[in-house]
């Protein structure tokens, strides 16, 4: 006949054994829906990494040319230059301002989600799309006299991650001053990766 101690030291173990078998299926079932951009390793770590962070990250923002009807005037892209695969899961915070005065915050053009996980050497790029030209009947709400700043901030940041500036740049890398005609708010489009 077994103790009374013996039989609650059983079923606490028994209890304990149940729970940790529950923990590990349950994180086996989160990692079912996130996409990522290359096949992950096998270890824990690499398959879950951290948010992506502005020290890991080195941001550029090209001016397309012509401005054709419904193609992004510009692409914001970010190259991975850290030495671990860091999770991108949602949109960039885009803002074009100029110091305490008019700003335009980008939005993204769909709601649907991104889940990808950025390598070291890889690159994400987004379409932004907005009127950088106006009309004589739209005013420009930010324009490229007041030499607007672009600021970038990775998706779910850290606390004390404030993002990067970024430069507007032609194709062949010289600077051009940001404009944001028009009534609508910049849009992000969707992700692509390289």
């Known amino acids: 006949m077994s103790s009374p101690g013996g039989s609650l030291m059983a079923r606490r173990t028994l209890a304990v054994s149940v729970l940790s078998l529950v923990v590990l299926m349950g994180a086996a079932a989160c990692g079912k829906d996130h996409d990522t951009a ?3 390793s096998k270890g824990f770590s690499d398959a879950h990494p951290a948010a992506c962070g502005s020290s890991q990250l080195s941001w550029k923002m090209t001016l397309l040319p012509g401005k054709p009807h419904n193609t992004p005037t510009a692409m914001l892209s ?9 999770a991108f899961d ?18 993204p053009k769909k709601s649907t989600p991104v889940h990808l996980v950025l390598k070291p050497g890889h690159s994400i790029e ?4 907005y009127d950088a030209v106006g009309s004589p009947s739209e005013s420009c709400d930010v324009l490229a006299e007041n030499d607007p ?3 970038v901030t990775p998706p779910h940041r850290a606390a004390h991650d404030y993002g990067s500036l970024v430069q507007l740049s032609d194709a062949r ?7 944001v005609c028009g009534p609508d708010d910049p849009l992000l489009g969707a992700p692509q990766l390289h």
Request: glycine share 14%; aromatic share 12%.
């Open 126 to 129: 987004f379409p932004v799309f």
């Open 78 to 86: 970010a190259a991975h230059k850290g030495s671990k695969p860091c």
């Open 38 to 40: 290359t096949q992950p």
């Open 173 to 179: 890398g010289h600077h051009v001053r940001a404009q």
């Open 149 to 151: 700043r672009i600021s």
């Open 90 to 107: 949602g949109y960039p915070g885009l803002e074009f301002w100029v110091g305490k005065g008019p700003s335009a915050d980008a939005k």
